[in-house]
T-cell receptor, first 116, second 110 residues
Framework: GAVVSQHPSWVICKSGTSVKIECRSLDFQATTMFWYRQFPKQSLMLMATSNEGSKATYEQGVEKDKFLINHASLTLSTLTVTSAHPEDSSFYIC????????????FGSGTRLTVV | TQLLEQSPQFLSIQEGENLTVYCNSSSVFSSLQWYRQEPGEGPVLLVTVVTGGEVKKLKRLTFQFGDARKDSSLHITAAQPGDTGLYLCAETNTGNQFYFGTGTSLTVIP
């Protein structure tokens, strides 16, 4: 149990376009989801905490207008990178925490975004 | 933002050697988790430690939580190439936000 599916696994887009990344909890309801960004051989940096039915909480230095997060249901959170630029190229990972402590935190398999 | 420092940042060893990775914080951990991540994939949970002084073993991996709950270590015995990956400690703060350590990139050479 406690599987998180992230889609797409990789995407290439042109500068100035927007890209949406989906994070779904497949067999549990996730009241809270987290979005991370990761550069090669570096750790995961928390970007924002997504709470179902309310606005996301962004970490300091993360542009909320650039990285739009929507958590409209208990099984889906989306991250939209708006007006993407090459410096937005990175590995984006979501994680979800179900309401049961047993599940802990489960991570998606990540999305490799390349902006050209 | 919680700051979790891991050391070393990079480690390259020969197969069969032992190694230890450290995770330190200036604050007390409520609980701490260790993850392993392979390139292009999400982190996978290895263990959760909660009690100060706690020691947990997972085959060749031994995890220790400091008595003061401000540090933790991961010891790997007789490392194998399959152990290669990025090792991350992580902690949840009182706001239920989840923060990772700076990471240790391990390469085990056959």
């Amino acid at each position: 149990g406690a599987v998180v599916s992230q889609h797409p696994s990789w995407v290439i887009c042109k500068s100035g376009t927007s890209v949406k990344i989906e994070c779904r909890s497949l067999d549990f309801q996730a009241t809270t989801m987290f979005w991370y960004r990761q550069f090669p051989k570096q750790s995961l940096m928390l970007m924002a905490t997504s709470n179902e039915g309310s606005k996301a909480t962004y970490e300091q230095g993360v542009e909320k207008d650039k990285f739009l997060i929507n958590h409209a249901s208990l099984t889906l959170s989306t991250l939209t990178v708006t007006s993407a630029h090459p410096e937005d190229s990175s590995f984006y990972i979501c994680s979800a925490r179900g309401p049961q402590v047993y599940y802990g935190y489960t991570f998606g398999s990540g999305t490799r975004l390349t902006v050209v | 933002t919680q700051l979790l420092e891991q050391s070393p940042q990079f480690l390259s060893i020969q197969e069969g050697e032992n190694l230890t990775v450290y995770c330190n914080s200036s604050s007390v951990f409520s609980s701490l988790q260790w993850y392993r991540q392979e390139p292009g994939e999400g982190p996978v949970l290895l263990v959760t430690v909660v009690t100060g002084g706690e020691v947990k073993k997972l085959k060749r991996l031994t995890f220790q939580f400091g008595d003061a709950r401000k540090d933790s270590s991961l010891h790997i015995t007789a490392a194998q190439p399959g152990d290669t990956g990025l090792y991350l400690c992580a902690e949840t703060n009182t706001g239920n936000q989840f923060y990772f350590g700076t990471g240790t990139s391990l390469t085990v050479i056959p």
